[in-house]
């Protein structure tokens, strides 16, 4: 089975950058999608940023020009760059990869970290 490891959460300045990463551990499987999800206390889960095997971005409008999402292929990691962040920005996210294992598509939940935004 395929798990998700997150890093790179934790407490910043407004105005401060922060990277996550995450890396997708298993063997047999080739990646579609991967993207990051977040949820504020109170708030629904949105998503943040996502790619495609094929290269293509999506990005939620808040985080338009701030955030920057990219991928290693080889490494089966995503990154999203996160800059000039905004107490708003304040959620845990969550990375979400689907994938293929022979002819079974799949989908898999990392366990969340929490990104901070505060003075």
């Known amino acids: 089975q395929v798990q998700l490891v997150e890093s790179g959460g934790g407490l910043v300045q407004p105005g401060g950058s922060l990277r996550l990463s995450c890396a997708a551990l298993g063997s047999g499987f080739s990646i579609e999608a991967m993207g990051w999800y977040r949820q504020a206390p109170g708030k629904e889960r949105e998503l943040v940023a996502s790619?495609?095997?094929?290269?293509?971005?999506k990005y939620a409008d808040s985080v338009k020009g701030r955030f920057t999402i990219s991928r290693d292929n080889a490494k089966n990691t995503v990154y999203v760059q996160m800059n000039v962040l905004k107490p708003e920005d304040t959620a845990i996210y969550y990375c979400?990869?689907?994938?293929?294992?022979?002819?079974?598509?799949?989908?898999?939940w990392g366990q969340g970290t929490l990104v901070t935004v505060s003075s």
């Open positions: 790619i495609t095997s094929g290269g293509n971005t």
């Open positions: 979400n990869a689907h994938y293929w294992i022979e002819v079974r598509w799949l989908e898999v």
